[in-house]
């Protein structure tokens, strides 16, 4: 099975600046990489799919890019309701697999 | 708006049987596959089985292939998980998940979640 392998595992940041999450793929899953935003004591909520389509709702201060094996959650400039666990998933082999998750948290 | 209940979750010993269900409304159902997700108490998410619109498209996580079970009841606009042979790792809150698209994508809206704790 794929293995995604995300980084950092927690990034320390202030409001208003740039976030740069990283998800790396054991072997290339072309472009069918998603990403999740998880808020404590709530079920994770789709952000971006396809590496770099943003799912309906979602600000475009959340920026998804990469292919192949290496992929980036981008936040342009943190609002307070970012801070949050991030997690990116693939779904170019069964079975689908998630990355371990990457904590952005008030610096 | 789309709704996802999940129910059948408790305290079960190792090596017994459970059966989740989740009620589906809000949607077409029989349009969308659906996921099993779980997550360990303070851990990260981990997929547990989908099922495609159809039913022609199955597939598990190898940590449960072979004791989990996933149906769906496109009639009933229900998703089922049928759990044997629990083991103490598989403790976690699992949500119940509607995907994007017909097929195994990208699960585009959630559940609560129901708690499944196996301990003897």
């Known amino acids: 099975e794929i293995v995604l392998t995300q980084s950092p595992a927690t990034l320390s940041l202030s409001p208003g600046e740039r976030a740069t999450l990283s998800c790396r793929a054991s072997?290339?899953?072309?472009?069918?990489l998603v990403w999740y935003q998880q808020k404590p004591g709530q079920a994770p909520r789709l952000l971006i799919y396809?590496?770099?389509i943003r799912a309906t709702g979602i600000p475009d201060r959340f920026r998804g890019s990469g292919s192949g094996t290496d992929f980036t959650l981008t936040i342009s400039s943190l609002e307070p309701e970012d801070f949050a666990v991030y997690y990116c998933?693939?779904?170019?082999?069964?079975?689908?697999?998630f990355g371990q998750g990457t904590r952005v948290e008030i610096k | 708006e789309v709704q996802l209940v999940e129910s059948g979750g408790g305290l079960v010993q190792p090596g017994r049987s459970l059966r989740l269900s989740c009620e589906a409304s809000?949607?077409?159902?029989?349009?969308?596959?659906m996921h099993w997700v779980r997550q360990a108490p303070g851990k990260g998410l981990e997929w547990v089985s989908g099922?495609?619109?159809?039913?022609?498209?199955?597939v598990y996580a190898n940590s449960v292939k072979g004791r989990f079970t996933i149906s769906r009841d496109n009639g009933k606009n229900s998703l089922y998980l049928q759990m044997n042979s629990l083991r103490v790792e598989d403790t976690a809150l699992y949500y119940c998940?509607?995907?994007?698209?017909?097929?195994?994508?990208?699960?585009?809206?959630w559940g609560h979640g129901i708690l499944v704790t196996v301990s003897s």
């Open positions: 998933q693939q779904r170019s082999h069964w079975p689908l697999t």
């Open positions: 099922i495609s619109w159809n039913t022609r498209i199955i």
């Open positions: 396809d590496a770099f």
């Open positions: 998940g509607k995907d994007r698209s017909p097929n195994l994508e990208a699960v585009g809206a």
């Open positions: 809000g949607f077409t159902f029989d349009d969308y596959a």
């Open positions: 072997q290339s899953v072309s472009n069918y």
